[in-house]
């Protein structure tokens, strides 16, 4: 599992590479990169129907680490999409839009603290729980994303991704407001 992981994840860095995108990407840009990581996932996801790990630490590792790798991806270029579709015509408006947007990593660390303390302590007691596939609960978490089925998805997987993708949206958000300093 881990090699074809490493197989799709290099083929989805090589294609996002050949179409990049930059602070004045538009619509279709943006979903074009989705699509990539989109599909990229769907090619592991699907392999991941019919896996088992031999060992919990294996499924853990795939969760925590291997997943949020390609859910991230496709986290982030949704950002960016809603960015760009509610981002004010008006200038003043939009500078607040953006601050506003650039917060959500703040709002997000300080809604999951617990959970990331525990993501950032690799003999986190709360792991198997986060990061084992038995122990999902459809309620009470952030459920299941529209990229996701009942067997592709954790209880700590979606934070993680969610966390990577604000992580770097902040810093679009950062780099789009400023745009807005020179008008």
């Excluded at 799709?8 to 004045?24: E, S, W």
């Excluded at 007691?125 to 978490?141: D, K, S, V």
């Excluded at 770097?168 to 020179?182: G, I, N, P, T």
Aim: with cysteine.
């Amino acid at each position: 599992m881990k090699q074809l992981c490493k197989a799709v994840y290099r083929r989805m860095i090589t294609q996002l590479k050949a179409h990049p995108l930059d602070l004045y990407s538009n619509h279709e840009q943006v979903q074009n990169a989705f699509t990539i990581c989109n599909i990229a996932w769907n090619e592991v996801k699907d392999k991941l129907k019919g896996h088992r790990f031999s060992k919990e630490e294996q499924e853990i590792e795939f969760f925590k680490k291997i997943k949020p790798l390609f859910t991230s991806k496709i986290e982030y270029y949704c950002l960016i999409y809603h960015g760009l579709l509610f981002e004010p015509d008006e200038h003043s408006m939009a500078i607040e839009f953006w601050r506003r947007e650039r917060g959500r990593l703040q709002k997000f660390r300080t809604d999951h603290k617990d959970f990331i303390a525990c993501y950032q302590n690799e003999v986190c007691l709360m792991n198997r729980h986060y990061f084992l596939r038995n122990a999902f609960l459809e309620t009470g978490g952030p459920g299941l994303k529209l990229y996701d089925d009942k067997n592709s998805v954790t209880n700590g997987d979606v934070l993680v991704a969610t966390m990577i993708a604000l992580t770097r949206y902040e810093d679009y958000s950062k780099a789009r407001l400023s745009l807005y300093d020179f008008k």
